[in-house]
């Protein structure tokens, strides 16, 4: 008993051939783009959705709102009593002294900063005070003080200055990191 | 004409198929994005983070409201007036009860003839409490000195 049409027959079969190649290919996509894509980005989520929920349980909404609140009110009272100052008058104060500002950027923790400049020992030894010149009576200088200077081992006339205070522009760097003074 | 029927059907399978997985890869990821922003933007995480600055910005001024010790700009000029060449000079607090925000000096890369050396160690070692300097002739030429309560008083 054969085969009527054997045509026909290799015809069926080169069509379930393609079906099953079609299945195959589609299998391997989605287990390709699992283990590539969708599993770490499930597991990033299930991660995310776990951070946002302890902080939940740790502290409600309505609560750390009104922690936050308070927060703002004493960061604002302090930057009341604190003087700012700019990277142009920065500028002009080492300039008096023959000291060329070239850089200034924060530095990694709130408050500080890091000036990169040019000059002489000699300069920058009368130009510093000025920096740091206390200010009136019950209020916070700008500058509060300068805590470390290195000398460039290549050009010797370049110094890395690291100081902690509150400088309002950054107009020779980029613009300072969210929450920085 | 069958055939092709079936190449058309394999065909749109395939595409769905990859249509979807794509779909569903884009959908995590507006998912994962939105949530990653909702927990930055959170009032929780925003508290952590202005604490963390007010905490910081309270610290600085609290050590700026303790007597000053020594400054920068007193020790820059005074390896200045002794010719004395230097690497790094940075200011650091002993962290001793009742002590001066910055007290004590540490410079690096000395550089200098040996006498020049000597009258540094004779007009600085007497202000400070513990002096401390490498022989020249050992690299890189330390200094540290922790200088004495209100030895600096009057340059400041």
Redesign the interface.
């Given at each position: 008993m054969g085969e009527p049409y054997p045509e026909e027959a290799s015809r069926r079969g080169g069509g379930l051939k393609w079906m099953v190649a079609a299945g195959a290919l589609c299998a391997a996509f989605w287990i390709g783009l699992y283990f590539v894509s969708l599993q770490p980005l499930q597991e990033d989520l299930g991660r995310l959705r776990a951070a946002q929920a302890a902080a939940e349980a740790e502290l409600p909404l309505a609560q750390a709102e009104r922690q936050l609140a308070a927060v703002e009110r004493d960061l604002a009272a302090l930057e009341k009593r604190w003087e700012t100052t700019t990277t142009a008058e920065l500028a002009k104060q080492l300039e008096a002294h023959s000291v060329t500002l070239l850089s200034a950027k924060p530095g990694e923790e709130a408050g500080t900063f890091i000036l990169e400049v040019e000059g002489s020992a000699h300069g920058l030894g009368q130009a510093l005070p000025e920096i740091e010149k206390a200010a009136t009576a019950g209020r916070l200088p700008a500058v509060l003080y300068l805590r470390r200077v290195k000398q460039d081992q290549r050009l010797r006339a370049r110094f890395r200055l690291e100081g902690v205070g509150r400088i309002s522009d950054w107009t020779l760097a980029p613009p300072p990191a969210e929450g920085k003074p | 004409m069958?055939?092709s029927f079936?190449?058309f059907g394999?065909a749109v399978?395939?595409a769905a198929?990859?249509a979807a997985?794509l779909l569903?890869?884009a959908h995590?990821?507006a998912?994962?994005a939105e949530?990653?922003r909702?927990?930055r933007e959170?009032?929780?995480?925003?508290?952590k983070?202005?604490?963390?600055?007010?905490e910081?910005?309270?610290r600085?001024?609290n050590?700026?409201e303790r007597r000053?010790g020594v400054?920068?700009?007193y020790v820059?000029?005074f390896?200045?007036a002794a010719a004395v060449?230097?690497?790094?000079?940075?200011?650091?607090s002993s962290g001793e009860a009742g002590a001066a925000?910055?007290d004590v000096i540490a410079v690096r890369?000395l550089a200098g003839t040996s006498e020049q050396l000597s009258r540094v160690d004779k007009r600085l070692a007497p202000r400070c409490r513990s002096y401390r300097r490498s022989p020249t002739r050992e690299g890189p030429y330390l200094l540290s000195c922790q200088v004495r309560p209100e030895a600096f008083a009057l340059r400041n």
């Open positions: - | 069958k055939r079936i190449f394999v399978f395939v198929n990859v997985g569903y890869r995590l990821e998912q994962a949530t990653e909702a927990v959170s009032p929780q995480a925003r508290l983070s202005r604490r963390a600055v007010l910081q910005w309270q600085d001024v050590d700026y000053a400054t920068l700009a820059v000029q390896f200045d060449g230097w690497e790094e000079i940075a200011l650091e925000r910055l890369g």
